[in-house]
Structures are given as C-alpha cells and as structure tokens.
Nanobody
Framework: QVQLVESGGGLVQAGGSLRLFCAAS????????MGWFRQAPGKEREFVAG????????YYADSVKGRFTISRDNAKTTVYLQMNSLKPEDTAVHYC??????????????WGQGTQVTVSS
C-alpha cells in the first residue's frame, strides 16, 4: 500500500505559477512510477504528467507540455508538479497517482485526496 497526500494548491491569476507537492508513505517510494491527473467540475479525470521511478523519464499531456514540469525526490519520497503560465482552463482538483503508467486513469493503483487549483482570468 502507498498513501499519497497532495498540497500546494490555491488561487492564482492567469499567467501565474504554482507548485504542487505529493508526499508518499508506505511501500518503497522509488519502486513506483508517479503521475498527476486533474478533474474539472462536470468533466472526466484526465492525465496531466507522469514520471518513471528514477526521474529520468517524463511525459505530459499536450495541453500542459512546455508549461508544467513533473519531478521527484526519492530521498524525500515526494513528487512535484511545477505549473507555470497557468490558464483558467487549468482550474481543477489535481490528484497524485502511483503505481501505474500511461494516460488512462484505470492503469493507476493508488490515489491521493486531491488539491484544488483555481486560476482566475
């Protein structure tokens, strides 16, 4: 089992930045690929970014490519999502995920409770 706790969400103006944190506990953090998803009101949960166990490989949704950066610190058992040039359409609850791969929600085994990101225009 892996427990995930997100933080760092908040309200920001368009063009601003936020950094999300996901603290993991439980089984060996470095064994797991990690990812970020988001869900806006009335919409399906969608993939945002993923990172392999070592941090050497990352991949992104086209909608965030060039603006968001996923990274991890295995010593701190934490994964990060740096979000720059935020847009109102980035407004959503952002979820940390572990133990999966790819862009489909069903491929991931563990989830955090989510942190709200709101971008005002």
């Amino acid at each position: 089992q892996v427990q995930l706790v997100e933080s760092g969400g908040g309200l920001v103006q368009a063009g601003g930045s936020l950094r999300l944190f996901c603290a993991a506990s439980g089984r060996t953090f470095s064994d797991y690929p990690m990812g970020w998803f988001r869900q806006a009101p009335g919409k399906e949960r969608e993939f945002v970014a993923g990172i392999n166990w070592s941090g050497s490989g990352t991949y992104y949704a086209d909608s965030v490519k060039g603006r968001f950066t996923i990274s991890r610190d295995n010593a701190k058992t934490t994964v990060y999502l740096q979000m720059n040039s935020l847009k109102p359409e980035d407004t959503a609850v952002h979820y940390c995920a572990a133990g999966g791969w790819g862009t489909s929600r069903s491929n991931w085994n563990y989830w955090g409770q989510g942190t709200q990101v709101t971008v005002s225009s």
